[in-house]
Each structure stands twice: as structure tokens, then as C-alpha cells.
């Protein structure tokens, strides 16, 4: 499974997930998906509303990645934990 970097901004209502597409050919085609998230109730009860999704080259990536954290977006991990079909 390949792993994912979490943010969350500093009002909690929103993430973003870094994850590595797969399908990138190593060295020739590195792509990362960067999906936002809408924070739905109380932090870490319900998984986050996946609102949008964008494949950007992983130096694209990285670079919103930094400009995030600059801007006071925080590193989290994943809390919404899927067990079966729902989420503890």
C-alpha cells in the first residue's frame, strides 16, 4: 500500500492527502495525487469529504506541499481508519 502524507489547515476544516500514483513509472513518470477534503463534524468521527483531486509531477507536488505548511497548514496522520465498511 502506498503511503500518504496528510495536511490539515489550522481551522480543522479542511485536508489535503499526498499520495504517489501507482501507476508512475519510476524515474521516467513520477505523479503525485493531491486530494482536498472537506472535514465533516468533529475532527477524526467521520472520514473527510473528498471534494477535489488533481495529478501533478512530484516536484509540482512537493512545492505545494512546502507552501502549505508555510502558509500554517500542520502535518496529521490519517484518523479516519477504514475497518470493513466503516470507518473507527
Known amino acids: 500500500m502506498t503511503k500518504s502524507y496528510w495536511l490539515i489547515n489550522s481551522k480543522r476544516t479542511e485536508v489535503k492527502r499526498f499520495i504517489k500514483n501507482?501507476?508512475?513509472?519510476?524515474?521516467?513518470?513520477?505523479y503525485m495525487f493531491v486530494d482536498t477534503g472537506k472535514i465533516v463534524g468533529l475532527f477524526g468521527e467521520e472520514p473527510p469529504v473528498m471534494?477535489?483531486?488533481?495529478s501533478v509531477d512530484i516536484?509540482?507536488?512537493?512545492?505545494?506541499?512546502?507552501?502549505?505548511?508555510?502558509?500554517?497548514?500542520?502535518?496529521?496522520?490519517?484518523?479516519w481508519k477504514?475497518?470493513?465498511d466503516k470507518y473507527v
Not at 501507482?22 to 513520477?30: A, H, M, N, Y
Not at 471534494?51 to 488533481?54: E, F, G, L, R, V
Open 22 to 30: 501507482d501507476k508512475s513509472v519510476d524515474g521516467v513518470f513520477e
Open 59 to 79: 516536484d509540482l507536488a512537493r512545492e505545494i506541499y512546502e507552501r502549505l505548511i508555510s502558509h500554517g497548514w500542520r502535518k496529521t496522520e490519517e484518523v
Open 82 to 84: 477504514k475497518k470493513g
Open 51 to 54: 471534494t477535489t483531486t488533481i
